[in-house]
């Protein structure tokens, strides 16, 4: 995991193309997200360097402290359920809790099943629904995750037998 590039642009807006054929991201609004022209908004690439592939991965986040969204998630297909989301949502978690975030928001269609049962093993609970959110009329579930205070380096550090 890592912060992107504008090199990552092209394969971010491949992918999103992929992940979200209803409603892509624009190229200008990957770059500009990337290139830090967007200050809320961070992207997190996730890459398979022993595939020789690269990019198999990347996450969106929007940080208005105490708030963190996750605004997008998207693995490539043969890397699905392999973990790669997963490492993803942990690499976000921690950059929005080391931010100060203490609530991590996102919305999913009702429909993606695959998605839902991801965020719930990692603690997500509903708090709310949003009715006809995407475009082809698919409900929205708002989730939500509360966050561990981010450890300051000057903090006590304390170990359990």
Known sequence: MRPATPADVPAIVALEAEAFPLDPWS???VSEG???ALPTVSYLVAEDPGSGEGLVGYAVLSLVVPDAELQRIAVVPHCR????GAALLAAVREHAADAGATRLLLEVREDN???IAL???HGFAELGRRPRYYRDGTDAILLSLTLPEASSPDAPVTMEA
Do not use: F, P, Q
């Open 27 to 29: 190229h200008n609004l």
């Open 34 to 36: 990337v290139r830090d």
């Open 81 to 84: 359920r392999s973990g790669t």
């Open 113 to 115: 099943a695959a998605a």
């Open 119 to 121: 965020y719930a093993a």
